[in-house]
């Protein structure tokens, strides 16, 4: 009997297929593009499932998933992570997925109790409810912990073969990897953004100012220093040369860039009204991100679709700097 796994390339997914193989099924996998998780390395998480033989489909999140990140119904974690509606999501499409391909259930490498907000029983139990996958999702690392579902019940799998794998420790996991010749694992890590402080606190106003969310505003949060200087004006300030030039790569037709004329620094992306004394400040901040005395008037240059002009302005120190912050810094 065939199975589909949501497949992250982590330790855990990569066990679940090993271990659902085991008890008797055949495996194709899912991967979901996500715009929050950091360090997506596509080609490896192909890779890897070569190396297990399985066949791997990718699905991008986009559009209706930025919406249920700014409004989950069943709200959020410790910071801005709807750990139990972005399941619920990503099962309701790995659903309709499984039986385009001919599969009977699903398979994730979730264990039970590892993870405080979504893999608590009661998480697990409203995540299959409302993602319609009661008795359909099978979580092989931690099954004898739960309830058999339709695949052990019916013999497509042998629940003998199943784990009893609990809590936050990754023991088992690592004697499990090793049993099964499997080396070349990632280290477990928070890759979610939307669980880092700083990150939720930029999309947190992202979510307050903009009634609508793009690929390129989530790219956005990224790369730079935020800055909220009006409901209606934001600037990017990049940290680096390398994020000057995504800043630079990612700017709207409608956008300014701006760069101060005689001293090295950032670029600044200014997103907004063009009002005159907010592109003022944003001129003023962007020369506080230089070595221009605060006394001394300083040409930045500020350019659009092509278009540029220029503004003298006194820098701002960075004391004056920090309280347009859309995070504590």
């Not at 930025?66 to 709807?82: D, F, Q, S, V």
């Not at 940290?239 to 600044?268: M, S």
């Not at 221009?292 to 659009?304: M, N």
Request: proline share 4%; net charge neutral.
């Amino acid at each position: 009997m065939k199975a589909l796994a949501l497949f992250s390339g982590g330790l855990d997914s990569i066990l679940a297929v090993k271990v659902v193989e085991n008890a008797g099924a055949t495996v194709e996998a899912v991967h979901f593009i996500n715009p929050f998780h950091q360090n997506q390395n596509h080609t490896i998480i192909s890779d890897t499932a070569a190396r297990l033989g399985i066949k791997l489909h990718f699905i991008e999140l986009t559009g209706e998933y930025l919406e249920l990140i700014a409004h989950p119904e069943h709200g959020y974690g410790k910071r801005m992570n709807p750990c139990i509606d972005c399941r619920i999501y990503q099962l309701k499409l790995a659903r309709q997925l499984m039986e385009k391909i001919g599969a009977a259930f699903l398979v994730t490498g979730e264990v039970l109790d590892q993870r405080p907000n979504s893999q608590r029983r009661d998480a697990m139990d409203i995540v299959e409810r409302d993602a319609g996958v009661r008795g359909l999702l099978l979580r092989p690392l931690t099954a004898q912990h739960l309830r058999p579902t339709l695949p052990e019940i019916e013999n497509w799998v042998d629940r003998k073969k199943l784990l009893d794998i609990k809590g936050r420790g990754r023991t088992q996991q690592i004697e499990l990897a090793a049993k099964y010749g499997i080396t070349d694992y990632p280290a477990p890590a928070g890759g979610c953004l939307l669980t880092n402080e700083e990150y939720s606190l930029k999309i947190r106003d992202l979510f307050r100012y903009h009634r609508q969310i793009d690929s390129r505003n989530i790219e956005l949060l990224r790369w730079g220093r935020h800055l909220r200087l009006a409901p209606e004006a934001k600037i990017i300030v990049g940290k680096n040369e390398a994020e000057n030039e995504k800043l630079a790569a990612l700017a709207a037709v409608d956008d300014y860039t701006l760069q101060v004329r005689d001293y090295a620094g950032p670029l600044t992306l200014y997103t907004g009204t063009d009002e005159p004394q907010l592109l003022e400040l944003a001129a003023a901040i962007t020369a506080g991100y230089t070595k221009a005395p605060v006394d001394q008037p300083v040409v930045v240059t500020l350019s659009r679709s092509g278009d540029e002009k220029n503004l003298t302005v006194n820098a701002l120190d960075r004391e004056t700097i920090r309280q347009y912050f859309v995070y504590k810094v």
